[in-house]
């Protein structure tokens, strides 16, 4: 059942999902094209590029996104929608009348020394994952991304004017 | 107005005009909810950001149920997450309605073929600045290397790295203050 294993997946998206967007990536890639195969891995990064230039988290965005592919309808947008966003409730709830003593709490501090360098691997998972034939087509591929990693990084160029320059660019060279 | 629709749609204002994420939305959250309606005080504002980091899930969804539990309880927690929702949630449906039609253009093919590679270098770029904050150093900088290896080379999945590095950390706390 289709409905069903959109819930589960966004789910357990929602409940892992530990530090930012980017850090969910590599989780949202593994049950939505590997485990499911509700898109390919090409539509997954063109799903990225939208979200980037279009309001809201990617969490959200992928959620609506693949919802609606998986089913092809507007249920399953819902469903996929409503699903990620559910362990928040659940756990936010849960400590909202302690949330200061959480903030403080000893245990809590130490599993996060573990988890804040592993969101890093999960960033660099996501980037190395999305680094297949599919994206890179030819050189010209290469030549963007290095062109793009340098713009971002050092000369701080915003990620929508970046996504435009790269379509300009695609448009001038494919 | 009413106090739930003022909630509503101040999450919704700020669902519509943040592009990029949780991060980017901070600031005009903490303009909306602290600044001009007052509804938390910065302290506890930057004490729900910090909680808001450690929990899972999506952070701009994670601030709007504790803003919203903070104002009118449950209900609120609802309208909150609702109005943060829904912006995203209509333009990324009326996308995916006609996105496969979209790509079916030449054009639109050739933009895309650029934007791709494109996009991975935005993913990568994080992996470094986000290094830096987290303040990876030579000890603990085989932790997103051995997790990313796993991930990409082996396909474990993201959730068993979470549960290791979050069973890790504590486990390495607990030792420490032996």
């Known amino acids: ?174 | 107005m009413n106090l739930y629709w003022q909630i509503f749609f101040v999450f919704a204002k700020i669902g519509t005009f943040t592009i990029g994420g949780g991060y980017a939305m901070l600031p005009l959250i903490q303009r909306e909810v602290v600044d001009r309606k007052q509804w938390i005080s910065k302290d506890d504002f930057v004490d729900m950001i910090a909680v808001s980091q450690t929990v899972p899930g999506i952070l701009a969804v994670n601030i709007a149920i504790f803003t919203g539990h903070k104002l009118k309880n449950n209900t609120g927690s609802i309208v909150a997450t609702l109005g943060a929702v829904l912006p995203s949630f209509l333009i990324i449906l009326a996308i995916a309605m006609f996105f496969r039609q979209f790509m079916d253009n030449i054009w639109v093919q050739k933009m895309f073929n650029a934007i791709r590679p494109a996009v991975v270098a935005l993913i990568a770029v994080p992996v470094f600045t986000t290094a830096k904050t987290v303040g990876v150093n030579i000890k603990t900088i085989i932790i997103p290397i051995a997790s990313a290896f796993l991930i990409w080379y082996w396909g474990v999945s993201p959730i068993y790295i979470i549960l290791i590095a979050g069973l890790g950390g504590l486990i390495y706390g607990i030792i420490e203050r032996r």
Not at chain 1, 24 to 53: C, R, Y
């Open chain 1, 1 to 174: 059942m289709i409905y069903l294993q959109l819930f589960i997946s966004f789910f357990k998206i929602g409940l892992f999902g530990f530090g930012g967007g980017y850090a969910m990536l590599p989780l949202i890639q593994n049950e939505v094209v590997d485990k499911h195969g509700w898109m390919t891995l090409q539509e997954f990064t063109d799903i990225v590029a939208v979200s980037q230039m279009t309001p809201g988290p990617i969490g959200i965005n992928s959620a609506t996104y693949v919802g609606y592919t998986a089913t092809q309808s507007i249920w399953g947008s819902v469903i996929a929608t409503f699903a990620v966003c559910l362990p928040s409730f659940i756990i936010v709830l849960l400590i909202v009348r302690s949330y200061k003593k959480f903030r403080t709490n000893k245990y809590v501090n130490d599993a996060f020394k573990g988890l804040r360098p592993a969101t890093v691997g999960l960033i660099a998972a996501a980037a190395l994952l999305l680094m297949n034939q599919e994206n890179f087509i030819d050189y010209k591929s290469i030549i963007i991304f290095v062109v793009a990693f340098v713009a971002t990084m050092f000369l701080k160029l915003h990620p929508i004017l970046m996504i435009l320059l790269a379509a300009v660019a695609g448009l001038i060279i494919y």
